[in-house]
């Protein structure tokens, strides 16, 4: 678990903001993109510790479904993008995602701020942690104390530990680039705003509304990724004109 960043004063510091928006390029689905079902599920039903209460064995099905088709998804070229952002820059991805696509795409910095699927938690204890590997979670599967395991994920209606984390590393940033979300979900909305008031902002959404100041680049991030950051490598963050704001 990410809980400090050593900023290295020789390079400026890129922060990511990541969503869904860019795992969906990756065939990774969203129930934010239709009518509020994930995967024929309500969300109340199988992402709320209500409905872990209430039925733990539909929920652990559920995810494991999720953590399968994950495990066949792979980077795409936003991910590999910003991987070679680190060629000039300290770049650290932020995510409201829950999958690894960062990582196996190579950002070697890469904070979670709703959970990890691949992992399992104790749930008697938050603070034991395993990677799952190739397994899934079953009914019966406990931790070292006893309890039974579940996701390794923040549903609705839980406190998302590592925000406090997020908003200090975003305050440390000298250029924000929010990429495959509106920053409708909360308390991730809140960081884009959390960064020095001076420093540029750029949104890389389809459907990116304009309700901050920003450059905004509406097209997929596959594809508007990689000629940004081609843009940034060239001439650095100190002159984004040639990239067009709004």
């Known amino acids: 678990m990410m809980t400090s960043l050593e900023i290295k004063p020789d390079k400026a510091h890129i922060v990511i903001l990541s969503g869904a928006g860019i795992s969906a390029e990756s065939g990774i689905k969203t129930f934010r993109d239709s009518d509020g079902l994930w995967e024929n599920h309500r969300v109340e039903d199988v992402a709320t510790p209500e409905a872990w209460h209430q039925d733990p064995e539909l929920v652990l099905g559920f995810y494991n479904a999720r953590r399968q088709q994950i495990r066949k998804a792979e980077p795409n070229p936003a991910h590999l993008a910003l991987v070679e952002l680190e060629k000039a820059f300290q770049v650290t991805v932020i995510t409201q995602n829950i999958d690894d696509l960062h990582e196996r ?114 097209a997929p991030a596959g594809e508007a990724l990689p000629k940004l950051v081609s843009y940034l490598l060239e001439h650095g963050i100190s002159d984004l004109s040639g990239i067009g704001a709004e």
């Not at 959970?115 to 603070?127: C, F, Q």
């Open 105 to 218: 795409a190579g950002s070697s910095t890469v904070l979670h701020l709703h959970g990890e699927i691949l992992k399992a938690r104790s749930t008697l204890d938050a603070r034991l942690v395993y990677n799952l590997g190739h397994n899934d979670i079953h009914a019966g599967d406990i931790c070292d104390k006893g309890s039974q395991l579940r996701p390794h994920i923040v549903w609705f209606g839980e406190d998302v530990p590592m925000y406090p984390v997020a908003h200090e590393i975003t305050q440390t940033a000298d250029l924000v680039i929010v990429v495959g979300t509106s920053l409708q979900v909360q308390p991730a909305s809140f960081l884009a705003s959390a960064a020095p008031a001076h420093i540029a902002r750029i949104v890389v959404d389809p459907k990116a509304e304009a309700n901050v100041p920003a450059f905004y680049l509406r």
